[in-house]
């Protein structure tokens, strides 16, 4: 039992990680691919199929897959919006029929993925653990967890967190709809709306660096937030106050009083996701306020790998 292994796939946006993941949530190696989401459903799915083959051997009993969009009752996914050319794709089948041998595919969203790692985390009472997780990165991801159990909704997508309204005449996102979390809090939207917003600051020290050949990036917008940069200071604390009333109206509708919050962006966690948190506890009922829990990810970047690894042994089982 101890030595059970599997294949954990986090099929981002821009790369998919793929890594060796035993039965206690440790991640024994990995490597990461270009996505080139662009390119299509097959595309993506052979880079997949291929990546696996580099890291297959005879002590992998599971392959789990975190991908984006809302997983339905057959197990396809259903319209990743920042994947074009996706629609319903039956991934497992697909993905099979390019293994070098038959093994067992667990296919999940990935934001739940990693949602059931944090929850899995070692230390954590699963039984009795239920938290909202929300990860920042190319989309904005999130999962409810019900006791340790992933909380799928009528039809596979619960949790879709970033795909909550915060401004009934905002911005449209790529899912369709209007003023979305993802559509301003997505890394691509927080760098553009920066931009845009960049030349009425001509103070920021963010013209430099964007004169030097500096690309400008949530990375870059944090730095210079933590070095005294007024315009992208405010900027952030602005993007987190969005986000905390996004937190607050899931934490109020479901009665959670834990978020772990992960992704690449929540690394502004200073600039960005403590004033999300001050905005969250100012608007959470006074009966959830008391136990307000704020945390980032335990396992970071490689949770998507890690909870699709566990997925996928805990359904062998």
Same mark, same amino acid.
């Given at each position: 039992m101890s030595s059970r292994r599997a294949l954990g796939i986090d099929v981002g946006g821009t790369n998919i990680k793929v890594g060796v993941v035993d039965d206690r949530g440790q991640l024994l190696r990995s490597s990461s691919h270009p996505t080139e989401a662009s390119r299509g459903p097959d595309h993506v799915i052979r880079t997949v199929a291929r990546a696996i083959d580099t890291l297959?051997?005879? +002590?992998? $009993? $599971?392959?789990? =897959?975190?991908? !984006?969009g809302a997983l339905n009752e057959r197990g396809e996914i259903c319209h990743p919006p920042n994947f074009p050319g996706w629609e319903?794709?039956?991934?497992?089948? %697909?993905?099979?029929?390019? =293994?070098? %041998?038959?093994? !067992?595919?667990?296919?999940? #969203?990935?934001? #739940?993925? @990693?949602?059931?790692?944090?929850?899995?985390?070692?230390g954590n009472n699963t039984a009795e653990q239920s938290l909202l997780y929300i990860t920042l990165g190319t989309g904005v991801g999130g999962c409810i967890i019900d006791r340790g159990t992933i909380w799928h909704g009528g039809a596979g997508g619960g949790g879709e967190i970033g795909h909550v309204s915060i401004d009934v005449h905002g911005v449209r996102c790529k899912c369709g709809s209007i003023g979305c979390v993802e559509a301003y809090l997505g890394s691509g939207p927080l760098v553009e709306h920066a931009l845009a917003q960049l030349p009425h600051h001509p103070h920021s020290s963010l013209h430099a660096a964007l004169a030097e050949g500096f690309s400008l990036s !949530? +990375?870059?917008? +944090? %730095?210079? $937030?933590?070095?005294?940069?007024?315009?992208?200071?405010?900027? =952030? @604390?602005?993007?987190?106050?969005?986000?905390?009333?996004?937190?607050?109206? $899931?934490? #109020?509708?479901?009665?959670l009083s834990t978020v772990v919050i992960g992704g690449g962006v929540a690394a502004a966690w200073e600039t960005l996701v403590i004033p999300a948190a001050e905005a969250l506890r100012s608007r959470l009922l006074l009966s959830i306020r008391p136990r307000l829990s704020v945390r980032p990810a335990h396992y970071g970047n490689d949770a998507g790998m890690i909870g699709a690894g566990l997925l996928a042994l805990h359904g062998m089982a």
């Open positions: 297959l051997d005879d +002590d992998i $009993a $599971a392959v789990g =897959l975190g991908v !984006p319903v794709i039956d991934v497992a089948s %697909r993905l099979q029929l390019l =293994l070098e %041998r038959t093994l !067992p595919i667990a296919v999940e #969203n990935d934001a #739940n993925v @990693a949602a059931y790692a944090e929850a899995h985390a070692e !949530p +990375d870059l917008l +944090d %730095r210079a $937030a933590q070095e005294g940069d007024g315009f992208a200071r405010t900027y =952030l @604390a602005e993007r987190g106050t969005m986000l905390g009333a996004a937190l607050a109206s $899931a934490m #109020n509708l479901c009665d």
